[in-house]
């Protein structure tokens, strides 16, 4: 897509729900937007389909659950979240499921957010590094979930490569930093040569590019659906 093409995110709302597979799903993406968002007064809620059990290498589901629900509340708080919802299903299988979609369905009437922002559907990032099946799948039941409610969120995104829409957050970068650094353990295990900090100011400034048109560091988001 053309950058000139790139529409600013919309400000005129009020609550967003994050929708993600695992805990730092945010904090990888869109950390930095959403502690703009709550600075700015917005309400926004995270739910998360598993609680990342499996994802720490050489550490039992029932000792890396609990470790990794605890940093993820920790990361929300610091961006401005203090909703964080863990739905149980399976870390590395989370599948399109029926049951997944009701979950999601039932998520969004409960909360009744103006718009839904989730993980990228694409099988491929722009650099060619494959997307997990996980997201994958989790974003197909999420679009699923919005198209079968009669009266959905003004608007779904995704967090993704050839956006649509741009927020620019200039000024939040540093505490979207600190948001991923509070996942220590799981990134620690992931890549131990460097620090964890290190690895959390990397990925932030991979996923903050300074889109041409925009003359600051933004998060893009891919708009799937519009009511």
Avoid at 129 to 134: E, I, L, S, Y
Avoid at 151 to 164: H, I, M, Q, S, V
């Amino acid at each position: 897509m053309n950058p000139k093409d790139v529409e600013p995110f919309p400000s005129t709302w009020q609550t967003a729900l994050v929708l993600v597979a695992h805990p730092d799903d945010p904090e990888y993406g869109v950390g930095a937007a959403v502690a703009k968002w709550t600075a700015a007064g917005k309400s926004v809620h995270y739910a998360l389909a598993s609680r990342g059990e499996v994802g720490i290498a050489g550490m039992p589901p029932e000792q890396a659950g609990p470790l990794r629900e605890g940093e993820q509340r920790s990361s929300a708080a610091i961006v401005g979240v203090d909703d964080v919802a863990f739905w149980d299903f399976p870390d590395s299988n989370i599948r399109d499921t029926p049951g997944l979609r009701a979950k999601i369905a039932e998520t969004i009437v409960a909360l009744r957010p103006d718009l839904v922002v989730t993980l990228y559907s694409g099988h491929t990032w722009a650099s060619g590094t494959p997307n997990q099946r996980d997201h994958i799948e989790f974003a197909h039941a999420v679009a699923a979930a919005y198209d079968s409610l009669a009266d959905p969120p003004a608007w779904l995104f995704e967090n993704g490569p050839d956006p649509t829409h741009c927020e620019v957050v200039e000024g939040y970068t540093e505490v979207a930093v600190n948001s991923l650094a509070v996942h220590e353990v799981y990134l620690s295990v992931l890549d131990p040569e460097t620090p964890v900090v290190e690895q959390a100011r990397r990925q932030v400034e991979m996923s903050t590019p300074a889109l041409p048109g925009f003359g600051a560091r933004t998060v893009g988001f891919i708009l799937k659906r519009q009511r």
